[in-house]
Protein backbone atom coordinates (compact mmCIF):
# COMPACT_ATOMS: atom_id res chain seq x y z
CA UNK A 1 0.00 0.00 0.00
CA UNK A 2 1.41 3.46 -0.91
CA UNK A 3 0.51 6.91 0.67
CA UNK A 4 0.69 10.08 -0.91
CA UNK A 5 0.80 13.16 1.09
CA UNK A 6 0.41 16.56 -0.55
CA UNK A 7 1.79 19.82 1.23
CA UNK A 8 2.17 23.09 0.46
CA UNK A 9 -0.52 24.74 -0.55
CA UNK A 10 -2.81 28.11 0.67
CA UNK A 11 -4.00 31.63 0.14
CA UNK A 12 -1.42 33.86 -2.63
CA UNK A 13 -2.14 37.01 -4.17
CA UNK A 14 -2.12 36.79 -8.26
CA UNK A 15 1.53 36.90 -9.51
CA UNK A 16 2.29 34.92 -6.37
CA UNK A 17 4.28 31.18 -6.38
CA UNK A 18 3.62 28.45 -4.29
CA UNK A 19 5.42 25.01 -4.21
CA UNK A 20 3.69 22.12 -3.81
CA UNK A 21 5.04 19.17 -1.98
CA UNK A 22 3.83 14.74 -2.76
CA UNK A 23 5.70 12.87 -0.17
CA UNK A 24 5.32 9.18 -0.92
CA UNK A 25 5.44 6.05 1.87
CA UNK A 26 7.85 3.75 -0.75
CA UNK A 27 10.57 4.67 -3.16
CA UNK A 28 8.55 4.56 -5.86
CA UNK A 29 8.77 7.93 -7.66
CA UNK A 30 11.66 6.65 -9.24
CA UNK A 31 10.15 3.36 -10.94
CA UNK A 32 6.66 5.23 -11.70
CA UNK A 33 5.26 8.44 -13.42
CA UNK A 34 3.76 11.18 -11.35
CA UNK A 35 1.67 13.90 -11.85
CA UNK A 36 -0.61 16.79 -10.31
CA UNK A 37 -4.34 17.46 -11.52
CA UNK A 38 -6.42 19.71 -9.79
CA UNK A 39 -10.38 20.19 -9.55
CA UNK A 40 -12.12 23.68 -9.70
CA UNK A 41 -15.82 23.97 -7.66
CA UNK A 42 -18.16 22.94 -10.40
CA UNK A 43 -15.54 21.23 -12.71
CA UNK A 44 -13.80 18.52 -13.72
CA UNK A 45 -10.91 17.09 -12.61
CA UNK A 46 -7.93 18.17 -14.92
CA UNK A 47 -4.08 16.99 -15.38
CA UNK A 48 -1.59 20.35 -14.79
CA UNK A 49 1.91 18.41 -14.89
CA UNK A 50 3.29 15.09 -15.31
CA UNK A 51 6.73 13.56 -14.99
CA UNK A 52 7.78 9.97 -16.47
CA UNK A 53 10.52 7.73 -14.54
CA UNK A 54 12.62 9.41 -16.59
CA UNK A 55 12.37 12.71 -16.10
CA UNK A 56 10.19 13.51 -19.24
CA UNK A 57 7.47 16.51 -18.33
CA UNK A 58 4.22 17.78 -19.96
CA UNK A 59 1.67 20.48 -18.86
CA UNK A 60 -1.25 21.55 -19.36
CA UNK A 61 -1.39 24.59 -22.36
CA UNK A 62 -2.58 27.19 -19.16
CA UNK A 63 0.24 26.46 -17.13
CA UNK A 64 2.93 26.05 -19.56
CA UNK A 65 5.52 28.57 -18.87
CA UNK A 66 4.35 29.07 -15.27
CA UNK A 67 4.50 25.65 -13.68
CA UNK A 68 7.50 22.95 -13.23
CA UNK A 69 7.05 19.38 -12.07
CA UNK A 70 10.08 17.93 -10.37
CA UNK A 71 10.80 15.10 -8.40
CA UNK A 72 13.77 14.06 -6.05
CA UNK A 73 13.79 10.24 -5.54
CA UNK A 74 16.02 10.41 -2.55
CA UNK A 75 13.18 12.09 -0.48
CA UNK A 76 10.37 10.02 -2.57
CA UNK A 77 8.55 13.41 -3.15
CA UNK A 78 7.36 15.02 -6.43
CA UNK A 79 7.44 18.75 -6.62
CA UNK A 80 4.78 21.25 -8.41
CA UNK A 81 6.31 24.81 -8.56
CA UNK A 82 3.79 27.21 -9.62
CA UNK A 83 4.73 30.64 -10.60
CA UNK A 84 2.65 33.71 -11.91
CA UNK A 85 -0.35 32.36 -10.38
CA UNK A 86 -4.01 33.44 -11.32
CA UNK A 87 -6.96 33.11 -9.68
CA UNK A 88 -8.47 30.51 -12.85
CA UNK A 89 -5.33 28.80 -10.85
CA UNK A 90 -7.36 28.35 -7.84
CA UNK A 91 -8.54 24.56 -7.30
CA UNK A 92 -7.66 21.63 -4.97
CA UNK A 93 -4.78 20.26 -6.43
CA UNK A 94 -4.04 16.18 -6.01
CA UNK A 95 -0.95 14.17 -6.57
CA UNK A 96 -1.55 10.65 -8.47
CA UNK A 97 0.83 7.72 -9.14
CA UNK A 98 -0.09 4.82 -11.33
CA UNK A 99 2.14 1.77 -9.41
CA UNK A 100 1.68 -1.71 -9.40
CA UNK A 101 -1.63 -1.38 -11.89
CA UNK A 102 -3.15 0.68 -8.98
CA UNK A 103 -3.99 4.24 -9.13
CA UNK A 104 -2.97 6.30 -6.09
CA UNK A 105 -4.01 9.52 -5.13
CA UNK A 106 -3.22 11.83 -2.61
CA UNK A 107 -5.89 13.86 -0.63
CA UNK A 108 -5.70 17.09 -2.32
CA UNK A 109 -4.27 20.27 -0.95
CA UNK A 110 -6.60 23.81 -1.49
CA UNK A 111 -4.49 26.13 -3.30
CA UNK A 112 -6.47 30.02 -3.71
CA UNK A 113 -4.80 33.13 -5.84
CA UNK A 114 -7.05 35.83 -4.40
CA UNK A 115 -6.32 39.74 -3.65
Known amino acids: QVQLVESGGGLVQPGGSLRLSCAAS????????AGWHRQAPGKQRELVAA???????NYAESVKGRFTISRDNAKNTVYLQMDSLKPEDTAVYYCHAPFAKVDYWGQGTQVTVSS
Open 26 to 33: GSIFSITA
Open 51 to 57: ITSGGST
